[in-house]
């Protein structure tokens, strides 16, 4: 009986044994398949970084403007931490692929020392662009438009060179900009008005522009109120910070010059160009800058030209230019403009205005191509350090005279929720209507979470807005709003040339490569989003560079979204706290088990004077 009873209790152990083995088999199975959904290991790093960020780290993330000199420390979410420190003083408004001094050591022919010359790698700044004193927050829009505070521009040079063309006045702590230039010292306003008397502004049909040779941007800002957004750009010159107070002003501007490389933007992108004595000269290098002002003017878009030589008979003796020179140059501008196939609709006072034909089939001229030299190329939006050159860039063919070269935009607003013409007729290879319209509604809800998180992202409180991944430009869409711009960048790399279908919605934007500086001064943005950027530039550069420029052109106390994969975000979360950046990570909208994560930021007030610098 004792050894049957033993037989018995082993077998009972073994079942025993067995349940245990299976059971814990089964556990590991699913911890298994649990970590290789995705929220494994790096979720549980994220969720922690979340956690220790609401109770320990950053009770007092604010999106609010302080003005404090001394910002909350934080502790290291992810040891260790590499600090940051500023850089000199004399650094305030580095721009880097812009430097003066670097600038001289480049032929000066074609305007070529004024274009992009970037600092090779081990040349690059490893250190935070420190505020002027005295740094304070922009006034709101729409005050910002008329009124500047000094210690942010501490510039006083142009309300010198252009007192009497009531471009810039000092008084007192602030300048103010009285909306006069160089060709409308009465006001922009009212130089506006002329030339809607003969283009269609009122209605919509014109909502981008370009300003080539901008000064302080009093075009661009003027137009905004008649819900026209224009690109306005000037270079780095002798005109000290030109572009630094349009973006000051809450004006969209980049620093460029119509040079040797052709510009950033894609063929077709703008209903409206515009030339207030510039000093372009539109005749030289056999009409390449006209041509090229032609390549990025949508078909039945508007040139104007204001200023020398227009209507030189009579205004010859107040520019203090000969007769015979002017005349040659006029004459040769309109050379060019019958060879571009441009109808002058208007030539009143010193203004003229052009319109390019909707199509090549409209313009007679044309269909003998043997008068005029096309373009080689096949992609006429490869433009990023390409050569300019004197040739016409061809248009979509069309079926009849009657058509849209590349399709008809509606007015805006309904553009910028409409499917692009670049998408419907497939000028974009594997993107059709359906895949716009999914991108649209998820851009609609992402911003609705974060504005759960930033409550101040829909107020009009970041004005200049950068989203340093466009794409098809969902996010500018979906938090469009006269109190905002958005200067909407897609990256030389990205997969899809998605820029020309950003700008026939109504928005605007640029190519730019984020391994080099971006062309604009420090401190001139409100907040930039990114998403999927470091996962696009990973093994391209340097996630450290790309985070030092985006403190560089942040203004402090500005804000950051950026959305990457949480491996991704762990990295540049380590690195952000080292640039003074209070954070926070948290869950995609769908939930935790979703890689993909979203990380605030806000840059702490500092400024320099009072820092231990580094070179």
Request: charged letters at 25%.
């Given at each position: 009986?004792?050894?049957?009873?033993?037989?018995?209790?082993?077998?009972?152990?073994?079942?025993?044994?067995?349940?245990?083995?299976?059971?814990?088999?089964?556990?590991?199975?699913?911890?298994?398949?649990?970590?290789?959904?995705?929220?494994?290991?790096?979720?549980?790093?994220?969720?922690?970084?979340?956690?220790?960020?609401?109770?320990?780290?950053?009770?007092?993330?604010?999106?609010?403007?302080?003005?404090?000199?001394?910002?909350?420390?934080?502790?290291?979410?992810?040891?260790?931490?590499?600090?940051?420190?500023?850089?000199?003083?004399?650094?305030?408004?580095?721009?880097?692929?812009?430097?003066?001094?670097?600038?001289?050591?480049?032929?000066?022919?074609?305007?070529?020392?004024?274009?992009?010359?970037?600092?090779?790698?081990?040349?690059?700044?490893?250190?935070?662009?420190?505020?002027?004193?005295?740094?304070?927050?922009?006034?709101?829009?729409?005050?910002?438009?008329?009124?500047?505070?000094?210690?942010?521009?501490?510039?006083?040079?142009?309300t010198v060179e252009k007192a009497i063309?009531?471009?810039?006045?000092?008084?007192?702590?602030?300048?103010?900009?009285?909306?006069?230039?160089?060709?409308?010292?009465?006001?922009?306003?009212?130089?506006?008005?002329?030339?809607?008397?003969?283009?269609?502004?009122?209605?919509?049909?014109?909502?981008?522009?370009?300003?080539?040779?901008?000064?302080?941007?009093?075009?661009?800002?003027?137009?905004?109120?008649?819900?026209?957004?224009?690109?306005?750009?000037?270079?780095?010159?002798?005109?000290?910070?030109?572009?630094?107070?349009?973006?000051?002003?809450?004006?969209?501007?980049?620093?460029?010059?119509?040079?040797?490389?052709?510009?950033?933007?894609?063929?077709?992108?703008?209903?409206?160009?515009?030339?207030?004595?510039?000093?372009?000269?539109?005749?030289?290098?056999?009409?390449?800058?006209?041509?090229?002002?032609?390549?990025?003017?949508?078909?039945?878009?508007?040139?104007?030209?204001?200023?020398?030589?227009?209507?030189?008979?009579?205004?010859?003796?107040?520019?203090?230019?000969?007769?015979?020179?002017?005349?040659?140059?006029?004459?040769?501008?309109?050379?060019?403009?019958?060879?571009?196939?441009?109808?002058?609709?208007?030539?009143?006072?010193?203004?003229?205005?052009?319109?390019?034909?909707?199509?090549?089939?409209?313009?007679?001229?044309?269909?003998?191509?043997?008068?005029?030299?096309?373009?080689?190329?096949?992609?006429?939006?490869?433009?990023?350090?390409?050569?300019?050159?004197?040739?016409?860039?061809?248009?979509?063919?069309?079926?009849?005279?009657?058509?849209?070269?590349?399709?008809?935009?509606?007015?805006?607003?309904?553009?910028?929720?409409?499917?692009?013409?670049?998408?419907?007729?497939?000028?974009?290879?594997?993107?059709?209507?359906?895949?716009?319209?999914?991108?649209?509604?998820?851009?609609?809800?992402?911003?609705?979470?974060?504005?759960?998180?930033?409550?101040?992202?829909?107020?009009?409180?970041?004005?200049?807005?950068?989203?340093?991944?466009?794409?098809?430009?969902?996010?500018?869409?979906?938090?469009?709003?006269?109190?905002?711009?958005?200067?909407?960048?897609?990256?030389?790399?990205?997969?899809?040339?998605?820029?020309?279908?950003?700008?026939?919605?109504?928005?605007?934007?640029?190519?730019h490569d984020w391994c080099e500086a971006?062309?604009?001064?420090?401190?001139?943005?409100?907040?930039?989003?990114?998403?999927?950027?470091?996962?696009?530039?990973?093994?391209?550069?340097?996630?450290?560079?790309?985070?030092?420029?985006?403190?560089?052109?942040?203004?402090?106390?500005?804000?950051?979204?950026?959305?990457?994969?949480?491996?991704?975000?762990?990295?540049?979360?380590?690195?952000?706290?080292?640039?003074?950046?209070?954070?926070?990570?948290?869950?995609?909208?769908?939930?935790?088990?979703?890689?993909?994560?979203?990380?605030?930021?806000?840059?702490?007030?500092?400024?320099?004077?009072?820092?231990?610098?580094?070179?």
């Open positions: 009986m004792a050894v049957k009873a033993s037989s018995v209790d082993n077998r009972t152990r073994s079942t025993v044994s067995l349940c245990i083995v299976i059971g814990i088999c089964c556990f590991f199975y699913i911890l298994g398949a649990w970590q290789k959904s995705g929220f494994g290991k790096g979720d549980s790093i994220a969720l922690e970084i979340t956690k220790r960020t609401d109770c320990t780290v950053l009770p007092n993330l604010s999106f609010d403007t302080h003005h404090s000199k001394s910002g909350s420390s934080s502790s290291d979410l992810v040891s260790p931490v590499k600090k940051f420190k500023p850089c000199p003083d004399r650094y305030t408004d580095y721009t880097p692929c812009q430097d003066q001094n670097r600038a001289m050591k480049f032929p000066r022919e074609n305007m070529n020392y004024r274009e992009r010359h970037c600092p090779p790698q081990k040349e690059k700044l490893h250190c935070l662009i420190p505020p002027p004193k005295g740094y304070v927050a922009p006034f709101p829009w729409p005050k910002s438009r008329d009124y500047v505070p000094f210690a942010n521009c501490p510039y006083k040079s142009l063309q009531n471009w810039v006045q000092y008084e007192g702590n602030v300048f103010r900009f009285p909306g006069g230039g160089t060709q409308f010292p009465q006001g922009a306003d009212k130089y506006i008005d002329q030339l809607a008397s003969v283009i269609p502004i009122a209605n919509g049909t014109v909502r981008t522009a370009l300003d080539t040779g901008c000064g302080v941007a009093s075009w661009g800002a003027y137009l905004l109120k008649r819900n026209v957004l224009a690109m306005s750009f000037a270079p780095r010159d002798s005109h000290e910070a030109q572009v630094q107070f349009a973006l000051e002003r809450g004006v969209p501007a980049v620093i460029g010059v119509l040079g040797t490389i052709k510009l950033p933007y894609p063929s077709r992108a703008f209903d409206m160009a515009h030339c207030s004595r510039c000093l372009i000269p539109w005749g030289a290098n056999d009409g390449m800058y006209m041509m090229e002002v032609d390549r990025v003017l949508r078909p039945g878009g508007y040139w104007v030209l204001s200023g020398p030589p227009i209507n030189w008979k009579v205004n010859y003796k107040g520019w203090q230019r000969t007769k015979k020179d002017l005349e040659a140059e006029q004459n040769r501008i309109e050379e060019i403009a019958n060879l571009l196939c441009w109808e002058k609709v208007s030539e009143k006072g010193e203004m003229a205005i052009w319109r390019k034909r909707v199509n090549t089939e409209s313009c007679p001229s044309r269909q003998d191509e043997s008068t005029v030299q096309m373009c080689e190329s096949t992609n006429p939006d490869d433009v990023w350090y390409k050569k300019m050159k004197a040739c016409v860039t061809p248009l979509p063919d069309v079926k009849d005279d009657s058509e849209v070269a590349g399709g008809a935009i509606k007015p805006f607003p309904g553009r910028l929720h409409a499917v692009p013409p670049r998408i419907a007729n497939g000028f974009i290879p594997g993107v059709s209507s359906e895949a716009f319209q999914k991108d649209n509604k998820m851009w609609k809800k992402h911003v609705k979470d974060y504005s759960t998180v930033n409550k101040y992202l829909l107020t009009g409180r970041y004005r200049n807005i950068m989203d340093m991944n466009a794409g098809f430009g969902g996010f500018a869409a979906a938090i469009e709003s006269p109190k905002s711009w958005v200067m909407n960048v897609v990256p030389t790399i990205a997969k899809m040339p998605t820029l020309g279908a950003v700008y026939e919605r109504g928005l605007i934007g640029i190519y971006f062309s604009t001064y420090p401190r001139t943005y409100d907040l930039i989003h990114a998403s999927g950027l470091f996962t696009l530039y990973k093994n391209k550069c340097s996630m450290e560079d790309i985070l030092l420029e985006m403190d560089r052109i942040l203004r402090p106390e500005g804000a950051v979204i950026m959305r990457d994969d949480v491996d991704v975000l762990i990295k540049v979360n380590s690195l952000a706290q080292g640039m003074r950046w209070n954070t926070k990570m948290v869950d995609h909208e769908d939930g935790p088990l979703m890689r993909e994560k979203i990380l605030y930021a806000v840059k702490q007030y500092w400024v320099g004077g009072n820092q231990t610098a580094v070179a």
